[in-house]
């Protein structure tokens, strides 16, 4: 049961039932007060009645007289309880008037209204729990569309662009749903636009870098070999950012992973440690499913950051932890600072860290992508020695057996 029903619901009860228990505290400071209509029933009677001191047969005349008409029996009772008068089947169900004398009137109906006070008060809350139960239904569906709109919200905060939400009514809650559908379809539709420029500007970039390449190709011993290596790396340095603005609009556009194979995690990373001369691999065996040319960009990306950016030797470790697979990075280089540590997943974020600067592309981004899409996240920390290591988590765990490899 959700808050939000909840406070709805109790609100309404219990403003119910505060104004039931007004009603009757008002009625009681500014009425009667409760024993007053009692007291003046108990006076009437006493006055209709000879005195306690007269015979019981006048009594008993006085008692039927005093009940004549009326379809119910009675018995009038002494102060010591004592039986004195009686009219009709003295065993049905009794009401009580007291006697301003002490004696005691018995009837089988109620004689005048009897507690008027608190009669109000159980009136009063009757009346609170029928428009509670009634309302119930009504506060229920009006919690549950908002709920509904809760959810609809929070799906598309978390990036389901495509998530609507049902139109019920015409009521401010309606038009509050057909507002967030309208923006939702806005922004979904920004957001494609966006991606598709993207995609095609990163296309489009393709035919002038090859363009290039056969021109330096096509140079051959005039051009300078200094500049001809320089615009060889600004070349593979632009191709490497096209491919990761590619890969970025390609895990933006579509959710959960293209390919679910069974991977041994290990082996891949043991091949691509092996494309980097001083990385040391050391870990367990572990199977998963997923993607592996993303889990190998993955790796990549890591390992290339810690060759650009920090000091050999890297270190990769793979680990079974409760909350999954765990990819551990580190290298010898210089950390960065702790406010860093979440900004430099962040797109083409520059951070200085080892001799060169860094930060430039995409990779560390498309790191935590590629994780958040198996089930996992990934993260940078400070380590005691002034050092950082980057640490990924995995989900879908299948198995695992222990193995080190340097």
Request: glycine content about 8%; hydrophobic content about 45%.
């Amino acid at each position: 049961m959700s808050r939000l029903y909840l406070r709805f619901y109790l609100a309404l009860v219990g403003s119910l039932v505060v104004f039931a228990l007004a009603a009757a505290a008002i009625w009681h400071r500014f009425g009667d007060g409760p024993g007053h209509p009692d007291e003046t029933l108990g006076r009437f009677a006493q006055n209709a009645l000879p005195p306690a001191s007269a015979a019981m047969a006048e009594q008993q005349a006085a008692l039927h007289s005093l009940m004549s008409g009326i379809d119910a029996s009675a018995v009038l009772l002494a102060k010591d309880g004592t039986q004195i008068a009686t009219v009709g089947d003295v065993g049905r169900t009794m009401w009580v008037t007291e006697l301003p004398d002490g004696r005691r009137l018995l009837s089988s109906e109620p004689i005048g209204m009897g507690h008027p006070h608190y009669m109000l008060l159980i009136v009063l809350l009757m009346l609170a729990l029928a428009v509670g139960v009634a309302a119930h239904p009504i506060v229920r569906r009006l919690a549950t569309r908002l709920e509904r709109l809760q959810a609809g919200v929070e799906s598309l905060g978390a990036g389901n662009l495509s998530t609507r939400v049902a139109v019920e009514g015409h009521d401010e809650v309606a038009r509050l749903a057909e507002s967030f559908n309208r923006a939702a379809a806005r922004i979904d539709e920004l957001v494609g636009a966006h991606k598709a420029l993207l995609a095609n500007a990163s296309h489009e970039l393709r035919t002038p870098l090859t363009r290039i390449r056969m021109t330096i190709e096509l140079m051959k011993e005039s051009a300078d070999p200094q500049r001809k290596d320089a615009l060889n790396r600004d070349i593979a340095e632009l191709d490497e950012l096209i491919d990761e603005i590619l890969l970025a609009s390609r895990l933006d556009a579509v959710k959960g992973t293209e390919v679910d194979e069974e991977i041994d995690l290990l082996a891949l990373a043991a091949e691509e440690c092996a494309r980097y001369e001083e990385a040391d691999l050391d870990g367990v065996a572990i199977t998963l499913h997923g993607d592996p040319r993303l889990l190998r960009r993955l790796l990549r990306n890591l390992l290339e950051n810690a060759r650009r950016h920090g000091k050999p030797p890297t270190r990769v470790a793979l680990s079974r932890t409760e909350r999954g697979i765990e990819i551990v990075v580190r290298d010898e280089g210089p950390g960065v600072s702790a406010d860093e540590c979440e900004r430099i997943f962040a797109p083409f974020y520059r951070y200085a860290r080892g001799p060169a600067s860094g930060g430039a592309g995409l990779g560390l981004s498309l790191v935590r992508q590629i994780a958040r899409r198996h089930g996992g996240d990934a993260r940078c920390e400070p380590t005691a020695n002034g050092h950082m290591r980057f640490v990924v988590t995995l989900a879908e765990l299948r198995s695992a057996s222990v193995i080190s490899l340097r």
